[in-house]
């Protein structure tokens, strides 16, 4: 039951991502080095589609946090002891869970487009950067936290833990960590929820973890 809760939990936060992206994409397109003005006229012409695309993205980015809380449970089962690694998996994967909410900075100015300065607009527009490079970073720990784990108690296949393992060491390069974040961690969750679903019963003894 908790293996098909955790795929449920994945297929659903995996779901709301691609809506909230497909909506962002229907808005029209701001030039990279857009003035003040430019940005806050934008956003007032799509404040609609902002907010909306934003909070579907958002509420996707809470239910992945279901799926990190229903993982952390069989992740902690087969570790045992004092469950660090485990602990790691769920507390970085909700840091950046929580900083993917808020990459996208112009939900802020979209919300206040008739009392925010052409300023602000730019500014909350850039912002989502920084909390992109934060949210790759904090699943970087994420990924190879877990493929410690997995290799550890042989909870997945061991393929699964060296993808993984990849997924993670891509994150901390800057110039490709994006990809890895917007496409390794959907199929991640998706795969892992699979995974835990297939095998259901209960997770290894924590007494078969090597010292």
């Known amino acids: 039951m908790k293996g098909r809760s955790a795929l449920l939990a994945a297929a659903l936060a995996v779901a709301l991502w691609i809506a909230g992206l497909v909506i962002t994409h229907g808005n029209s397109h701001l030039a990279s080095k857009a003035t ?3 940005t806050l006229a934008w956003v007032k012409h799509n404040s609609g589609t902002i907010i909306v695309s934003s909070w579907i993205f958002a509420l996707g980015s809470l239910v992945f946090m279901w799926f990190l809380a229903l993982l952390r449970g069989r992740l902690a089962e087969a570790e045992g ?22 990459v996208n900075g112009d939900i802020g100015s979209a919300i206040n487009k008739n009392d925010v300065s052409p300023a602000t607009a730019a500014a909350l527009h850039g912002v989502g950067d920084l909390f992109f ?5 904090a699943l970087a720990v994420t990924m190879v936290s877990f493929a410690v784990l997995v290799l550890r108690t042989q909870l997945l296949p061991k393929w699964w833990a060296y993808l993984s393992l990849l997924v993670g060491i891509v994150l901390l390069i800057g110039p490709i960590g994006w990809a890895a974040l917007i496409f390794g961690t ?7 929820g699979f995974m835990l679903g297939r095998r259901g019963g209960e997770a290894p003894a924590a007494a078969a973890v090597p010292a």
Not at 133 to 137: G, K, S
Request: glycine letters at 10%; hydrophobic letters at 55%.
């Open 36 to 38: 003040d003005d430019q």
């Open 81 to 102: 002891g004092s469950q660090t690694l485990s602990s790691l998996v769920f507390g970085a994967g909700i840091a950046a869970a929580a900083f993917s909410i808020a």
């Open 133 to 137: 490079l934060v949210a790759e970073l």
């Open 186 to 192: 959907p199929i991640w969750a998706l795969g892992t």
